[in-house]
């Protein structure tokens, strides 16, 4: 079955530094998998997706991720965080092919402090 | 402006009074979704909808049902809700297989 974790509940970050959140699958078959980002009192905001390709995948507002089969990851970066990054980020894998399910993490709060 | 409208955006009512979350789009999106925010668990499946009157069941379908007569409305309705449909529900939409899914602002369900 389908699965997707983000092992840290919040993750904090000075404003300039680099920042990382983390994300781990399950699938079976190839992974389509997605980063979404949700301010207060909004719906999630779709950030990038891989689905085949070059294994570094550029997104909105200079955030990337790096797709690493090996290791099932898809965590998601940002060389420089700004204050206004901070929200809560979901990581999210495509269910089975011919469904529309899509499951997500439970979701990793940042925080960037100034 | 491509968006989706959810209505109404906050609700508290009361266990057993039937009640009805309407959502539309107008990006003309095939497929549709409901999902449940929960703190701690992250989103969850309710339904989705792959094209009009064709609907499945998510992660998370017990005490909701949903209808798709139209291809921009996709209403999540519970018959009789209880205590445990509070929540924070999203409606979504997506264009096709691998593309991502648009999300309303979201509404904010209290069942007392």
């Known amino acids: 079955a389908q699965s997707v974790a983000q092992p840290e509940d919040q993750v904090n970050v000075a404003e300039g530094n680099p920042l990382t959140v983390k994300c781990t699958y399950s699938v079976s078959g190839n992974p389509y998998l997605f980063w979404y980002v949700q301010y207060p009192n909004r719906g999630l905001q779709f950030l990038l997706k891989?689905?085949?390709?070059?294994?570094l995948v550029k997104g909105s507002y200079g955030f990337e991720a790096e797709f690493n089969k090996s290791q099932t990851s898809f965590h998601l970066k940002k060389p420089s965080a700004l204050v206004s990054d901070s929200a809560l980020y979901f990581c999210?894998?495509?269910?089975?092919?011919?469904?529309?399910?899509?499951?997500f993490g439970t979701g990793t709060r940042l925080q960037v402090f100034p | 402006e491509a968006q989706v409208t959810q209505n109404p955006r906050y609700l508290i009512t009361v266990t057993g009074k039937k009640l009805t979350v309407t959502c539309s789009q107008n990006m003309n999106h095939e497929y549709m979704s409901w999902y449940r925010q929960d703190p701690g668990l992250g989103l969850r499946q309710i339904y989705y909808s792959m094209n009009v009157e064709v609907t499945d069941k998510g992660d998370v379908p017990e005490g909701y049902k949903v209808s798709r007569k139209e291809k921009r409305n996709f209403p999540l309705i519970l018959e009789s809700p209880s205590p445990n449909q509070t929540s924070l529900y999203f409606c979504a939409s997506r264009d096709s297989q691998n593309q991502p899914q648009h999300f309303g602002d979201g509404t904010r369900l209290s069942i007392l």
């Open positions: 891989y689905i085949t390709g070059d294994n």
């Open positions: 999210a894998v495509r269910g089975s092919w011919g469904t529309d399910k899509l499951i």
